[in-house]
């Protein structure tokens, strides 16, 4: 099997390119294939990339984004200098950084209980149950949310109330809204996001746990000293990824639950962007791209960023 | 994946024969595990409870578990209303159509990313990847829809931004791991073409990943509303999650619905507005909730394929 030494001793000296000329031709048929998704994407992917130059322009409809007239970083200063700045910067990293130290370590814990569980039919129902509310729409969710939180008729303030304790007005008092932004979306995902760690768990050897537990380790060292270093590079995976949507916090579930008591904390980048443009009386579409593209190249410089730390320190990284 | 059953019993076992002292640990365990679970299921069952009670039950905190006063209000009031329906139908074709245009994408784009023998592979890998990475963003986009003329347009719910990168590593791993080499070397011995190959072989082997990108994929498109939010404005081709706002959150509800219960004295159109709101929520989630239970093991299976090479 000495492949590499073979072609280059007998084959005529062609040219390289001539000899890539012709396994590009043999493979017609497959660049045929990928010419669909190759001009698809270019279209709906990376014609809005050049749109982004509208961000460096004073963009106006009837010029286009060629005609429009360059404005520097103009746009980028006003968003800075704007008086909003600091607090849809502070709102949009409090719900995502509040989002993740309360929504990451969940599913980890579920996931490590849910494998030690003895019985497998009632692991089954629990993960059936617990999976579910993640294939609730989001416009059914915060609707569940008004109906359930609700100050007179909302189940938790019922079941405090008959706890003996004293309604809370969570959805009528600004100092909830992050509370039970974050903590709906736990209800939401914390099953669902068991899930890959479910399967990182089942790739660990079961050898070591046998290993241990003839050794005298308890449950609780096997888990500690068994399931977590296992399943440490699929949570140092997850956590990058996390780390770089920590800019975004997904507009659909955040624009439906503000409403003028919450606005002052909930008014995040993305519902500003579609704010600025699009219900805006004087729409500005070059302020809002601007916007936008801040937040896209923060998010950016947070991936790559935290995945060079990640590779540096524990070799596990995304590529 | 095949051998990942009897692996799992075996571990099982295991975990029974720990120490004496790891008797603690399962009751914990189990009672944290009951705890979350009950957590997540009653919300749920509370809402279906509420939604087939009297809205005067509901008003008045009557309802714990079981519905009060059966009745079937609530879900008569919402079928009254006059775009609910209209959604539905909306929704359905959105998804159908959408839902293709993703599947064709994934595997025209998966499938030739997969072949070893590709030249220029690196190139064509770098050109989606970076989709990943950074993206027009929302404003961008929404001219480029605006340019196509697709603005109100039913097409705009189906045509752009179907491309997911993500999924589509998915299908190309999947087309990696389970087409053999050796069946591509017997057909283009035997002089297939890499179309015929692809059509007629790579296709039908990757049966399994396409029904979970259709369910995803299906997921997706029913359960969004930022989409018809941005593009269309015609209430006529409003999607399901739409017309769930308008009731649900702006409280827009027709008088016709309000005639159907029978006191429509102010207070009592307050107190039926809770009711409807409940059956709406169940409504609203009956497809996917009927689905889920047969289709659940299926995105399981995705998030396992996705998780092997992340």
Redesign the interface.
Known sequence: MQAPTKAPVNAPKRGKAARLWLQVKRRWGLYLLLAIPVAYVFLFNYVPMYGVTIAFKKYKIKQGILGSPWAGLYQFRRFISNAKFLQILVNTLAVSVYSLLAGFPLPILLAIGLSHLVSDKYRKTIQMITYAPHFLSTVVMVGLINQLLNMHTGLLNRIIEAMGGSAVNFLGKAQYFRHVYVWSGVWQGAGYGAIIYISALAGVDPQLHEAAAIDGASMWQRILHIDIPGILPTITIMLILRMGSVMTVGFEKIYLMQNNTNISLSEVIETYVYKQALTASKPDFSYSTAVGLFQNVISLILVLTTNFISTKVSSYGLW | MAQ?HP??L???K??????P??RS??VV??T???L??L???Y??V??VA?SFSSAYA??T?QVWLWPVEFTLDGYKACLKHHLLMTGYLNSLVYMIFGTLVNI??LV??G???S?R????KRG?IM??TF?M????????????VKDLGLLDNRLAMII????SCYN?IIVRTYFTTNVPEELLEAAQIDGS????F?FRIALPLAKPVIAVMVLFHG?GH?????RAL?YLNSSSKYTL?LV??DI??LSNMTTDMMAQLDDSALEEMQNAM?LI??A??VL??LP??IL??FV?KY??KG??I??VK?
């Not at chain 2, 295991?14 to 120490?19: A, E, V």
């Not at chain 2, 950074?134 to 929404?142: C, T, V, W």
């Not at chain 2, 752009?160 to 491309?163: D, L, M, Q, R, S």
């Open positions: 990942a692996v799992h075996k571990k099982k295991l975990s029974m024969l720990g120490q002292g790891d640990f399962h365990n189990l944290l595990l009951t979350f679970m957590a997540v299921l919300p749920l509370y809402v509420c509901v008003i905190n064709v994408l025209l784009a499938y030739p990313l072949r023998d590709l030249p220029g064509f050109f989606f989709t990475f950074f993206s027009g963003g929302m404003i961008p986009n929404y001219l480029l752009p931004f179907a491309f589509m073409s890499d179309i015929h692809f997921i029913w359960n969004g509303y930022m941005l999650q769930l706002r649900l959150l809770q709101k409940y709406v929520i609203g989630s996917v909730m889920y239970p659940q995105f399981v998030m396992m996705g998780s992340g």
